[in-house]
Every structure is written in structure tokens, then in C-alpha cells.
């Protein structure tokens, strides 16, 4: 039974009827999955030898190649069983499954409490996209599924790609989140200055966007609080407040750089009225209004000046 949320699945007798016993899921193992996207009936796989990196657990990253035949999705679910099965000599890897489901490929590990994750291999990079199982590592966490918490973390000044799962954390200030954001003991630590998902859980915030932006929104509608927003209003102010990056890809100069049409609470949103994340000390702002007050100074009357970015 794949359970379609994050709410476990738990099956028990009702009263003397001793059905979920019989068909042996009172107290069955809860094992974690792996669910890809929609699939057509017929994958098509480019690789010559399909392959990829498979890590279950604390076990992996390694080598799983899919060497039957894949035109059907019962095929790729048989073939991806076998070459994860044969990936690793665990009983994770072992008696691992896999299945077709509703269009979808779905494989679970082999042993409970142990996370199943896919990647590319340095060989081939296409496959586990074309399988649509590819997997959004998290940032910062215990193991590659994030299932396991982090250790305590303090970030200053820091723009973080992904979704960050930790025990702890003590201080997070002027920092950037693009994912969720989810700390075990939320009574101690402080999250300042801050762009923090909405549906993230984090120690007390302190002047953290969207907060102050949804805030702002319930005050203008005449709402006791952010919590009463409706919906629509909701999704709109979450939108217009998410950070803009000029690049998101490693490697390209302007790799990490806020976009100068981002929202202003987060290009002026730390707390000397810089720029969160990792470019704050570049002082942006504060380099863009001293030339706006000092170039006026010297205009001839009548004119006005234009600022245009290279880009």
C-alpha cells in the first residue's frame, strides 16, 4: 500500500474481524519509496547501457544497470528491480521492489526506515530523468532523502539551494531558502532577516519575508492576522515575494545573483537594508542609492538620470 501524503499508513483488526491480520498488514513494516512522474505506457530509453546511481539508506551511491528490456512499464518496473537488486549486496538492495502504478514507477527499499534514492551516473545522465525518478537532494540533512535531520546549524549570510532538515538551528540570519525549511526543536533558536518558504518549520522568526509581506496584506484588508488571508490573496503575495536569481546553475558568473526585478524585501530585506543571502556583502543597495544621490547632484536643471544594468 503506497500512502498518497505524508500521513504513515497503519492497518488494524476491526474489533474480532481478523482481516488485516490474515492478509498480514497489522503491524506491517513501513518501507520508503521512491515514485516517479507520469510515464507513457512505452518509456523510450536513449542510453546504449541504462544506469543509475542508486543509494538506499546509508548504503550507496552505486551503479544500478537496467539490462532487460524496458517497452512497457511492467518491463522498466522488472528491469529496474533486478539491477537494483543486484546494485548492492544489503538486504535493503536485496529485497528491494518495484512496480508499475497508475503510469508511475514506484520502488521501495528492501529493509524499513531506509530511504531509496536515484541519480545519474557519470556514464549516463539521461535515464533517470527519461524514468522520471530523479531526486531532489535536500541541502542540508542526515542522509540524501532527507529522512535523517542534520546536526544543529547556524547560517549567516547564506543562500541555500534546497530543502534543509536539521535538529536545530540556533541562528539563521539574512540567509536565502529556496526550500522548506525544517528544524526538529523549534523552542530555542532564531531565524532573523530572513526569506523563509511558507510551510516551513522553524524556531520564532524575526522581520523574515514572506511574514511581513503577508503581514502587510492582512493589515491592508483589515484582518486580524495573515492566517485569515484568503486563499487567492495568499498564493498572490507568496508569488510576488519569492526571490528572483539573475542564474540558478553552478558554474555561470552570475550564479546565486538576486535579479534586479526580484522583490524589493528581499533585495533590502536584511538588516542593515542590504541584500539577503550570499551577496550581501557586496552592499548592493547601499552602492546603488549613493550613486542615485550623488549623480544628482551634478545634473544640469531639467534633467534627470537613468540607471541601466549590464547584464
Same mark, same amino acid.
Given at each position: ?8 499508513? /497503519? ?45 538506499? *539508506? ?44 497508475? *503510469? ?10 531506509? $530511504? ?53 538551528? $540556533? ?33 520564532? /522568526?524575526?522581520?523574515?519575508? $514572506? ?48 535579479? *534586479? ?30 550613486? /542615485? ?19
Amino acid at each position: 500500500v503506497a500512502r498518497g501524503g505524508p500521513a504513515p499508513v /497503519r492497518f488494524t483488526n476491526a474489533g474480532a474481524d481478523p482481516t488485516a491480520t490474515e492478509l498480514r498488514l497489522a503491524g506491517a513494516a513501513r518501507l520508503s519509496g521512491a515514485l516517479s512522474g507520469p510515464l507513457p505506457a512505452a518509456p523510450a530509453l536513449s542510453a546504449a547501457a541504462p544506469e543509475m546511481a542508486v543509494t538506499i *539508506g546509508v548504503g550507496g551511491p552505486v551503479m544500478a544497470a537496467l539490462s532487460g528490456p524496458t517497452g512497457s512499464l511492467n518491463q522498466a518496473a522488472s528491469s529496474l528491480q533486478a539491477a537494483i537488486r543486484a546494485a548492492g549486496e544489503t538486504a535493503a538492495f536485496a529485497k528491494a521492489l518495484a512496480f508499475a502504478v497508475d *503510469g508511475r514507477l514506484l520502488a521501495l527499499a528492501g529493509a524499513p526506515d531506509a $530511504p531509496i534514492v536515484f541519480g545519474r551516473t557519470n556514464a549516463d545522465a539521461a535515464t533517470v530523468q527519461q524514468l522520471a525518478l530523479g531526486t531532489g537532494r535536500p541541502a542540508i540533512a542526515g542522509d540524501e532523502a532527507g529522512a535523517v535531520n542534520g546536526p544543529p546549524a547556524t547560517l549567516e549570510r547564506v543562500t541555500v539551494y534546497g530543502a534543509v532538515y536539521v535538529e536545530a538551528l $540556533p541562528l539563521a540570519s539574512e540567509c536565502l531558502f529556496t526550500g522548506a525549511v525544517q528544524a526538529r526543536r523549534r523552542q530555542e533558536g532564531c531565524v532573523r532577516f530572513s526569506y523563509v518558504p511558507d510551510g516551513s518549520r522553524t524556531p520564532r /522568526r524575526y522581520r523574515c519575508q $514572506p511574514d511581513m509581506a503577508l503581514a502587510r496584506r492582512a493589515a491592508e484588508l483589515g484582518l486580524e492576522s495573515s492566517e485569515d488571508l484568503p486563499p487567492d490573496e495568499r498564493r498572490m503575495v507568496l508569488v510576488d515575494t519569492r526571490p528572483a536569481f539573475t542564474s540558478v546553475h553552478y558554474g555561470q558568473p552570475a550564479y546565486a545573483q538576486l535579479s *534586479g526585478a526580484g522583490p524589493e524585501g528581499i533585495r533590502a530585506g536584511a538588516e542593515d537594508g542590504g541584500e539577503m543571502g550570499a551577496f550581501h556583502f557586496l552592499m548592493q543597495p547601499q552602492r546603488e542609492a549613493n550613486l /542615485r544621490a550623488a549623480v544628482s547632484d551634478y545634473l544640469r536643471v531639467g534633467l534627470a538620470a537613468g540607471y541601466f544594468f549590464v547584464t
